[in-house]
Nanobody, 120 residues
Framework: VQLQASGGGLVQAGGSLRLSCAAS????????MGWFRQAPGKQRELVAL???????DYEDSVKGRFTISRDNVKNTMYLQMNSLKPEDTAVYYC???????????????WGQGTLVTVSS
């Protein structure tokens, strides 16, 4: 299954964006899906995880502002981002069944990144 992220763009601080991660096949086989981001000069970091049972994990700085969801019928995962801040500027990636080891997340199913730029 290939993943393709979209929905990034330029937005002013305080604004909103919704990212989409469309799959070439069924996403129902993924036990976990996640959004990650990489800012210039920084390592890729977890933004949000969504498990099949509905449990979610969010990076502390996005809690209360970002919401991860998935639609198994449309085979698409979403990241609703509200109250955006300049420090949210990064390339955002989606992944299926990411696994954390050796200090970072790994996945056989990474989507290409979509750039989010938040101006102050």
């Amino acid at each position: 299954v290939q993943l393709q992220a979209s929905g990034g763009g330029l937005v002013q601080a305080g604004g909103s964006l919704r990212l989409s991660c469309a799959a070439s096949g069924s996403i129902s086989g993924f036990n976990v899906m996640g959004w990650f981001r990489q800012a210039p000069g920084k390592q890729r970091e977890l933004v949000a995880l969504l498990r099949n049972g509905g449990d979610t994990d969010y990076e502390d700085s996005v809690k209360g502002r970002f919401t991860i969801s998935r639609d198994n019928v449309k085979n698409t995962m979403y990241l609703q981002m509200n109250s955006l801040k300049p420090e949210d500027t990064a390339v955002y990636y989606c992944a299926g069944d990411p696994v954390y080891y050796a200090g970072t997340y790994h996945s056989d199913h990474w989507g290409q990144g979509t750039l989010v730029t938040v101006s102050s």
